[in-house]
């Protein structure tokens, strides 16, 4: 089983013997404050995963991925007995997640070594996987830190974020992709990376995953798409928004506040009070879900996040261009008031 073996010698293994003298593929990205140096066993893997990730100049780096496929090296003594369960394995030093399925993929993380893999046990990813690859590995390595991974989209102007959660088809992807076409600064549309102590935001990927009824808006997108995925029966298009997007727009700031989308009929974006524990509700269930390990920490930290900004409501309307321009007027009232308050606290 999974549990049973001594996963730091698969790791040595991996990252000894796994990849080829030549094909491979070497790369150095960023997600957030981290430098991650990324190694691929053939070209053909770089291609599939490298455009969703925000790319960094060559140097020192937090945590080495390899990325391999069962043609690499043969991992089926780590598959659990039970193949078409998911399994998670978590430890102060290993992580280990095995995600069955058409397309299995095993993610493993020695954080003694600062070394991780991610292992294709059909030669290939799920095409979801491609627009947040390794997000497994990037939410065990930030375990002990106070930055976290969580299901979101953000969109901000001037360092002044706005953080979108909640359920899907309620319209994060729509708002984020509007603001970003509009020159938005871009930290996400389906995962984002937060500071939960200073409520620093900072993207994770330089991808998005657009439903295939909300194409006709963001027809002029569709060029970037890689594949189209299906989300529980659901096509997405997989974006990968570097072709399209100004490389300065993948860049984080601080939260100013957090929206939950919800579909009310507005005719024009209309924003509305919201209690802190509607988001909560908004955060916990899904990035919980998506990123086992560590409930108790992930909980404390959503609820330390949740507290740094104010929460609101807001339907955003049927038509997506209208969206920046109310984005843009609401971070102008929550400026406003924000100076109001200080000035009277000052007199006080």
């Known amino acids: 089983m999974l549990a049973d073996n001594p996963l730091s010698r698969v790791v040595d293994r991996v990252f000894e013997h796994a990849l080829p003298d030549d094909g491979a593929v070497h790369a150095w990205v960023r997600c957030g404050s981290h ?22 100049p060559e140097g020192r780096a937090d945590l080495a991925i390899t990325f391999v496929t069962a043609a690499e090296v043969d991992l089926s003594c780590l598959i659990p007995h039970a193949p ?33 893999f991610l292992w294709l046990g059909a030669g ?14 990037i939410h065990a390595f930030t375990a002990d830190t106070p ?17 979108l959660v909640g359920k899907g088809k309620a319209g994060k992807t729509t708002a984020a992709l509007a603001c970003a076409r509009a ?15 200073s409520g620093r935001i900072e993207p994770l990927y330089c991808s998005a995953r657009l439903r295939a009824d909300m194409t006709g808006p963001f027809a002029d997108l569709l060029h970037t798409s890689a594949t189209v995925s299906d989300d529980d029966g659901e096509a997405r298009h997989e974006l990968r928004l570097a072709a399209c997007l100004k490389e300065t727009q993948f860049c984080g700031g601080s939260l100013a506040a957090i ?4 579909r009310r009929g507005a005719a024009a974006p209309e924003f509305a009070p919201a209690r802190r524990s509607d988001a909560f509700a908004a955060l916990l269930t899904i990035t919980m879900m998506e990123l086992p390990g560590w409930p108790r ?28 321009d109310a984005f843009a007027a609401f ?5 406003s008031h924000d100076a109001d308050h200080h000035r009277h606290h000052a007199r006080a």
Request: charged share 20%; aromatic share 10%; glycine share 6%.
């Open 297 to 324: 920490i992930v909980t404390e930290r959503l609820t330390a996040l949740i507290g740094l900004a104010p929460v609101f409501f807001v339907d955003t309307g049927p038509d997506p261009a209208a969206i920046p």
């Open 124 to 137: 290939a990813a799920p095409p979801w996987a491609l627009s947040r690859p390794v997000l497994p590995i």
């Open 35 to 56: 430098r991650l140096r990324l190694s691929f066993a053939s070209r053909a893997l770089s291609e599939a995963f490298l455009p969703s990730f925000i790319r960094a």
């Open 331 to 335: 971070l102008e009232r929550l400026q």
């Open 84 to 116: 078409s369960e998911p399994r998670t394995l978590v430890s102060s030093d290993r992580y280990a997640m095995w995600q069955p399925g058409q397309f299995p993929m095993l993610h493993v993380l020695d954080r003694g070594s600062r070394r991780a």
């Open 147 to 163: 930055w976290t991974a969580l299901h979101g989209a953000a969109v901000g102007r001037q360092g002044r974020f706005l953080l």
């Open 183 to 197: 020159g938005w600064d871009y930290a996400g549309d389906d995962y984002v990376f937060a500071h939960t102590l």
């Open 259 to 262: 929206l939950l989308p919800r």
